[in-house]
């Protein structure tokens, strides 16, 4: 180990082909950016317009965009999987060994949650909510853009294994001991783990504190907590969730990398360390995590239903109790992930039945929407069809998993294939259609024009198809006694079938996730016919869709006063009676000034992850003292904001409605 | 297209997949399904049970689905909109009672079956049971046989219709035990030892795998339970205490090193203690051994 370069050497730089790959897929892809930008002449206008951005409009965007380049990153992997599971069978090996394969799903498991699901829900919430409170920014900008920035760089460093090193965790998602402890992993590849989820959790926390405070401090006035609108609703609930559950991950991982930088023994099994407590800690965090996930999801479909039925969302209080009761029991049911590991009959009895009472939460909320579309005015458009796939997979997969809370159920159906068809279930039928309801519900309000509807229902139908393509086969196979991470299996099985068909589902989602990127190409090139010039194409509820499209920096040049909970529908229905906003004149507008130090920040943030990584102890502090340096600048700095005078908001409005 | 004919060709693409699955499997065996053991039958039973009694609540969530967005879609000339109607909210009463029942009854059903069915418990059979010890180890099982003193790697021969009390420990990451057609899985771990009661109700041969990732030699970590008769069980043994290998010590410490895809071993004696003393290693603080 040198001094200077600690464990790093010449010998961790690519060489295998799939590190070549994707180093060089890397650096392709930023030559690519590079390249337009310069010659567009737009370095500047980035760094201006977008990377120093405190407008959680922009940084929603970045969220989205990252989220969705990781996604591609996460289906590669999952492609990888599909392929060497339907080739490795009997005397063929597939083409990966079986360390390769291990690294492949373990990378898959955490991009998608942390760098996916997470990602996109974040910039759904940055988009949305502020507009929906009738706020004009966050309470703390600045911590915005910083938990952005920190979950870039953990995503960067996830990634960063194909440059330096070549190996990641091959020890699943959760990187369990005693397997992920020094004896057994001694590589990088848990490092790289350790720091990703350590870098990108403490931006997930932040952003969690910012938005609880500014969903209970900077409400429009008139809208009490009981008339927000149920995506801030499940939005609030979740973040709370985050700052219930995220310290448990940070202090978990801190103790595993004690273990493996300074010999501790916490998760050991020897010395009195004990890999069941990291289990039970892991799993305290991990799930709620699902419902994190899965909550503003829930918020996007009340919306959504209501909106595109046309009517009030049925038994409002009735949802809220609901959600709430989801998170309240999600914090109660951890030790149903690990029934099998050998608790009492009594415990795994306690813990089966609480997570069976989720399900009435659960069941609630889809009979609520089915009563809001009862004589509603139904009209399919994408956000709805989306809806509609929603119920249709994720009832099977509720069913899947009120079973496998059945504690003698699930000693038969425990890390199978069954448990991993249900949690697919749960989370692309749950988080991400709900997701993909969000970004077509919410399009036009952030970029002013309309998605292509007609691709957009095509890529639905290829989704939903390929869905139960892939994940009825899973099922099938967990009851066969196929358990998951396999990457070799004996032809006597019968199993190859079924895994081949798992892949033809996977090629039929990738037409659905090919005619999302056309559809968004074609709708941005025909932008000038779809114009969403009212602001209001959906005849929406809520506040968001009072605001022109795209709505400008400030949100609300005047802030609404709330007296009803679909506060924009009532305004409309009262629009010839009452012009209450003409009472008001133009005020000041106090906003935030844009920020570099987000950047720095967590660059020194990201230095400091991979100094850790490679044990380059002088780099680490270096960069530790780069943040604390930052933090202190920043603290100083005590011209954050600038003043919108009155005049120019009133000249920039009557330009809005003079175009218009 | 009509939203008539949207639902049929739906629900022919559907029923053809659905269909084709179906006899992608004619010929496998559905494991779980297809129980051989007294432990395995009975969680069959949970796993069905659990799911009729869901589709109670499922069923008619999933009509009203269908239902409502045909009959109240926007093109609809019968569509009789109302944009402030609204259920009763009694209505909420049958919303939150229905899946309310649903799970209650299913939760007496999973109290009663988890103390029915935990796998720590012995199992009631005129026959005395046996016991087996289960080492999980890089990357193969290890079986000792206390009783007999023999031992075998990746092979289990087990009389039917006679408990067979398993105690699990692990000498490597922590692995899961588990063959489906006999019953559900028990973790195996380092310092500690966990039980698992099953019995095999006929003769045949069951499929055993290792379903917790433990290292690149997890898909290898395959074994065979065959059961047979008593006759048959004590001729085995009896047969493999003739062979040559003995388990001492020293062996058991080669075979305890990493090795993938393993073929089935015998050994005719067993160092005494030895599933205590894998134990006890981990208990006196000695640190885990390096690859």
């Known amino acids: 180990m040198s001094i200077f370069f600690g464990n790093l050497s010449l010998s961790a730089l690519p060489h295998e082909w799939f590190t070549i790959g994707g180093t060089v897929s890397m650096i392709l892809m930023g030559l ?95 988009l949305i909510v502020p507009l929906q409170i009738g706020a004009r920014d966050l309470a703390f900008p600045f911590l915005n853009s910083l938990g952005f920035w920190l979950y ?98 940070t202090v978990t991982i801190t103790l595993l990398w004690l273990d493996r930088y300074f010999g501790m023994h916490f998760f050991t099994s020897s010395f009195g360390g004990n890999p069941m407590m990291y289990v039970n800690l892991i799993w305290m965090w991990g799930h709620p995590e699902v419902y994190i996930l899965i909550l503003p999801a829930f918020g996007i479909y009340s919306e959504v239903v209501a909106t595109f039925s046309q009517k009030k969302l049925f038994g409002y209080v009735s949802m809220v109790i609901a959600a709430l009761l989801v998170a309240g029991l999600a914090v109660l049911v951890w030790l149903h992930h690990f029934f099998t590991m050998g608790a009492g009959a009594d415990v795994n009895a306690f813990f089966g039945i609480t997570t069976m009472f989720i399900a009435i939460p659960t069941g609630v909320q889809i009979y609520n929407w089915l009563s809001t579309m009862y004589r509603g005015k139904i009209t399919f458009s994408q956000p709805m069809h989306w809806f509609l796939g929603y119920v249709a997979t994720f009832t099977f997969g509720g069913m899947a998993g009120v079973l496998m809370a ?145 709505p400008p920096a400030y949100n609300f040049a005047i802030i609404p006063t709330v007296t009803d909970r679909d506060a924009f529908w009532e305004m409309k229905q009262r629009i010839n009676t009452d012009t209450e906003t003409d009472k008001h004149g133009y005020t000041d507008i106090h906003m935030p000034k844009n920020t570099g130090m987000g950047i720095y920040l967590a660059g020194f943030v990201f230095i400091f992850g991979f100094a850790m990584v490679w044990h380059i102890v002088w780099l680490a502090i270096v960069s530790l003292i780069g943040c604390v340096v930052c933090i202190i600048i920043r603290s100083l700095d005590d011209e954050v904001e600038y003043t919108l005078p009155a005049a120019e908001v009133e000249k920039m409005e009557k330009l809005k409605t003079g175009y218009l | 297209m009509k939203p008539k004919y949207k639902f049929v060709i739906l629900t022919i693409l559907f029923s053809l997949i659905a269909f084709f699955l179906l006899w992608l499997t004619k010929n496998s065996n559905i494991a779980v399904l297809n129980p051989k053991g007294l432990i395995a039958a009975s969680e069959r039973r949970v796993i069905v049970t659990s799911l009729l009694l869901m589709l109670l609540a499922v069923v008619p969530a999933l009509t009203m689905l269908f239902l409502f967005a045909y009959r109240f879609r926007a093109s609809n000339p019968k569509n009789n909109y109302n944009p402030n109607y609204s259920l009763d909210s009694r209505m909420q009463i049958l919303w939150w009672g229905l899946p309310i029942a649903v799970i209650l009854v299913l939760a007496v059903l999973t109290f009663k079956s988890v103390h029915q069915l935990d796998p720590f418990k012995a199992l009631n059979s005129p026959n005395r049971p046996l016991t087996i010890q289960v080492v999980a180890l890089n990357w193969k099982w290890l079986f000792i046989y206390p009783e007999q003193n023999i031992a075998t790697v990746n092979f289990i021969q087990i009389p039917q219709k006679t408990p067979i009390h398993f105690e699990l420990t692990a000498d490597a990451p922590m692995n899961l035990f588990w063959v489906p057609q006999l019953g559900g899985q028990m973790s195996a771990m380092q310092g500690m030892s966990t039980q698992l009661n099953l019995m095999a109700n006929e003769a045949g041969e069951y499929n055993g795998s290792a379903s917790e990732i433990n290292g690149k030699g997890l898909a290898g970590m395959r074994f065979v339970v065959k059961a047979a008769s008593q006759e048959d069980f004590n001729s085995w043994a009896q047969s493999v205490k003739n062979s040559s290998k003995p388990l001492s010590l020293e062996t058991y410490s080669k075979l305890a090193e990493p090795s993938e895809n393993n073929p089935k071993a015998l050994y005719s004696s067993v160092e005494s203690d030895l599933f205590k003393s894998v134990m006890m290693k981990y208990m006196s603080g000695e640190p885990e051994k390096s690859e």
């Not at chain 1, 890529?459 to 869905?467: D, K, L, N, P, R």
């Not at chain 1, 032809?491 to 190859?496: D, R, V, Y």
């Not at chain 1, 506040?543 to 022109?548: F, G, I, K, N, Q």
């Open chain 1, 32 to 126: 690519g950016v590079a390249a337009f930008l310069t010659y567009t002449k737009r370095w500047k206008w980035l760094w201006t317009e977008w990377l120093t951005a405190c407008d959680p409009k922009k940084i929603g965007i970045m969220y989205i965009l990252v989220a969705s380049v990781m996604l591609f990153r996460g289906a590669l992997d999952a492609a990888m999987i599909w392929l060497q599971q339907s080739l490795s069978v009997g005397a063929s090996h597939g083409y990966l060994d079986a360390g390769h394969f291990q690294q492949i799903f373990t990378a898959h498991g955490d991009i998608m949650v942390f760098f996916v699901t997470m990602g996109f829900l974040f910039g759904l919430i940055n």
């Open chain 1, 152 to 249: 870039l760089a953990g995503a960067i460093l996830i990634n960063l294994f194909f440059v330096f090193g070549g190996e990641f965790a091959a020890t699943g998602w959760l990187s369990l001991p005693p397997l992920s402890e020094l004896a057994y992993s001694p590589g990088v590849g848990v490092d790289y783990w350790v720091w990703s989820l350590q870098v990108s959790g403490i931006g997930t926390l932040i952003g969690g504190i910012n938005f609880i405070v500014t969903i209970l401090k900077m409400r429009a006035p008139g809208m009490t907590l009981l008339k927000m609108p149920m995506f801030t609703w499940t939005s609030l609930i979740s973040m709370i969730l985050v700052v219930c559950v995220f310290p448990i991950l």
């Open chain 1, 406 to 550: 059945s504690p003698a159920a699930d000693y038969q159906l425990h890390n199978s294939l069954f448990l991993v068809a249900h949690f697919h279930t749960m989370v692309i039928g749950g988080a991400l259609f709900g997701i993909f309801a969000g970004i077509t519900y919410w399009f036009p309000k952030v970029t002013g024009f309309k998605l292509n509807e007609r691709l957009g229902k095509l890529a639905f139908w290829f989704w939903i198809v390929g869905f139960f393509v892939s994940f009825v086969p899973l099922y099938i196979l967990g009851f066969m006694g196929a358990t998951r991470r396999l990457d070799h299996y004996d032809a006597s099985l019968g199993w190859q079938p079924l895994f081949i068909t798992a892949g033809v589902g996977l090629v039929i989602i990738s037409f659905g996730v090919a005619l999302q990127v056309w559809q968004i190409v074609m709708s941005f090139i025909s932008r000038k016919q779809n114009l969403d010039i009212t602001g209001d194409p959906w005849n929406g509820r809520t506040l968001e869709w009072s605001t022109p499209s795209p």
